[in-house]
């Protein structure tokens, strides 16, 4: 099985995106600088990589935010 990646836009979600990943065994993504995460430099690049890799993604933020990132994938 491959494991989950749950992603955050900022550090707000970080509390809730710890305890999800810690649960879940998903590795943390975040935007440079959240201590901890995965970082990444672009947002939508991130979750493309992830889909394409075949990652189930946890997304806290928007759902419509993750769908117009994979749509046209």
Same mark, same amino acid.
């Given at each position: 099985?491959?494991?989950? !990646? ?9 509390? +809730?995106? +710890? ?5 879940? #065994? !998903?590795?943390?993504? #975040? ?6 995460? =995965? ?14 890799? #075949?990652?189930?993604?946890? #997304?806290?933020? !928007? ?8 749509? =046209?994938?």
């Amino acid at each position: 099985m491959v494991a989950p !990646a749950v992603i955050i836009l900022g550090p707000s979600a970080l509390p +809730q995106a +710890q305890a999800i990943a810690a649960a879940t #065994g !998903a590795t943390l993504h #975040g935007p440079a600088g959240i201590a901890g995460a =995965n970082p990444y430099a672009d947002f939508r690049g991130e979750v493309r990589s992830l889909f394409v890799a #075949g990652r189930p993604i946890v #997304g806290l933020c !928007a759902s419509g935010i993750l769908i117009r990132c994979v749509a =046209n994938l």
